[in-house]
T-cell receptor
Framework: DAGVIQSPRHEVTEMGQEVTLRCKPI?????LFWYRQTMMRGLELLIY????????DSGMPEDRFSAKMPNASFSTLKIQPSEPRDSAVYFC???FGVGQTGNTIYFGEGSWLTVV | GQQVMQIPQYQHVQEGEDFTTYCNSS?????IQWYKQRPGGHPVFLIQ?????EVKKQKRLTFQFGEAKKNSSLHITATQTTDVGTYFC??????FGAGTTVTVRA
């Protein structure tokens, strides 16, 4: 079975540009998570969806960040406008269920974003 | 989500030695999961603990869930270079600790 698929794997963009990261969760999983990982802040949960509905977006840093999940097999994380401090690895992950009753979280390989 | 603290943040180990990393929470957890992330890779699930006092083993790795379900530990025996990476605990599958980054000297 294919795992969580993310694109792009690497992106270098200029400050002020819009960045869109894409994710295809594992088929059958109904929960999707976006994480950001940096050396300074570690692995941070940005937002998660359950059955395509955003449940908790308290981790989204600011209004420049937005996430959508139009259907069960696709999600996007958008940064507009991007800033150098957004440089990080962005992981998408999926599971069946969420939180205490959910199952193992499977991570994609990450999107490595550099904003210059 | 639950907040979990991991110690130590870094662990530099001589090959062949044992070490333990700890995960602590101020509140009772329903479950705890452990993940490993190799350098340049993504977190990969290792194990889940659910029951109070539960102990699970995977070859040289021993995972334990505290009696009060507020802490957990990962003990690695006879460390090998393949153990290099960052080990994360996750509380209730949502809140990840800061991780323990392990390096091994041959």
């Amino acid at each position: 079975d294919a795992g969580v698929i993310q694109s792009p794997r690497h992106e270098v963009t200029e400050m002020g540009q819009e960045v869109t990261l894409r994710c295809k969760p594992i088929s059958g999983h109904n929960s999707l998570f976006w994480y950001r990982q940096t050396m300074m802040r570690g692995l941070e949960l940005l937002i998660y969806f359950n059955n395509n509905v955003p449940i908790d977006d308290s981790g989204m840093p600011e209004d420049r960040f937005s996430a959508k999940m139009p259907n069960a097999s696709f999600s996007t994380l958008k940064i507009q406008p991007s800033e150098p401090r957004d440089s990080a690895v962005y992981f998408c992950a999926s599971s069946f269920g969420v939180g205490q009753t959910g199952n193992t979280i499977y991570f994609g390989e990450g999107s490595w974003l550099t904003v210059v | 989500g639950q907040q979990v603290m991991q110690i130590p943040q870094y662990q530099h180990v001589q090959e062949g030695e044992d070490f333990t990393t700890y995960c602590n929470s101020s509140t009772t957890l329903s479950n705890i999961q452990w993940y490993k992330q190799r350098p340049g890779g993504h977190p990969v699930f290792l194990i889940q603990l659910v029951k109070s006092g539960e102990v699970k083993k995977q070859k040289r790795l021993t995972f334990q869930f505290g009696e009060a379900k507020k802490n957990s530990s990962l003990h690695i025996t006879a460390t090998q270079t393949t153990d290099v990476g960052t080990y994360f605990c996750a509380a209730d599958k949502l809140s990840f600790g800061a991780g323990t980054t392990v390096t091994v000297r041959a």
